[in-house]
């Protein structure tokens, strides 16, 4: 059984680009959920895919979009990237509302 | 809105002392997680409690959810260095399209050898 993967592990871009981070799910987990995670915080929820539709959102802009894939990987894309998108971007496949399984995340410094 | 207090939000102590983090909520939840994550990695999933007034045992670690299922604490019994990290509880709520996972803050924990 393969754990969630993601990439890349770190990035570094700069204030107004854009950005797409990847993540693939467990084996046998059709949600996927992504989190923004500050230093010493809990993860904030930006949005859930369910079966390739969002499922779900957090407190989060617009230029935070994303995609689901039939095969259950997911994209996450941020647009006109800020300052105060520097974070942990974290991850979690699971089936509908059970326990979320986290990939290792991708650090994102937006300079 | 739904909210799920964890406290303390730090902690420091030294090895073999005992400890309990509370995750408090006025919401009532189907279930609640606790997860554990070290830095630059991923939560881990620790435990899941369904019940109201179960308790569940993972070594030297206990979790307990409340009667009415509002609230729940993870209390560590001879704390080791290695269970330095962020504990962060996580409540199962709603149902049907609703349903979502409603996040503590974290409590952080430190250790000291």
């Known amino acids: 059984e393969t754990g969630v993967t993601q990439s890349p592990t770190h990035l570094i871009k700069t204030r107004g680009q854009q950005v797409t981070l990847r993540c693939s799910s467990q084996?046998?987990?059709?949600?996927v959920s992504w989190y923004q995670q500050a230093l010493g915080q809990g993860p904030q929820f930006i949005f859930q895919?369910?079966?390739?539709?969002?499922?779900g959102r957090g407190n989060f802009p617009p230029r935070f979009s994303g995609l689901q894939f039939p095969n259950y990987s997911s994209e996450l894309n941020v647009n006109a990237l800020e300052l105060d998108d520097s974070a942990l971007y974290l991850c979690?496949?699971?089936?509908?509302?059970?326990?979320?399984?986290f990939g290792p995340g991708t650090r994102l410094t937006v300079t | 809105t739904q909210l799920l207090e964890q406290s303390p939000q730090f902690l420091s102590i030294q090895e073999g002392e005992n400890l309990t983090v509370y995750c408090n909520s006025s919401s009532v939840f189907s279930s609640l997680q606790w997860y554990r994550q070290e830095p630059g990695e991923g939560p881990v999933l620790l435990v899941t409690v369904v019940t109201g007034g179960e308790v569940k045992k993972l070594k030297r670690l206990t979790f307990q959810f409340g009667d009415a299922r509002k609230d729940s604490s993870l209390h560590i019994t001879a704390a080791q260095p290695g269970d330095t990290g962020l504990y962060l509880c996580a409540g199962d709520w709603g149902a049907g399209n609703n349903r979502k996972l409603i996040w503590g803050l974290g409590t952080s924990l430190a250790v000291n050898p």
């Open positions: 084996s046998g987990h059709n949600t």
């Open positions: 979690a496949s699971s089936l509908v509302g059970y326990e979320q399984y």
């Open positions: 895919y369910y079966r390739e539709e969002e499922n």
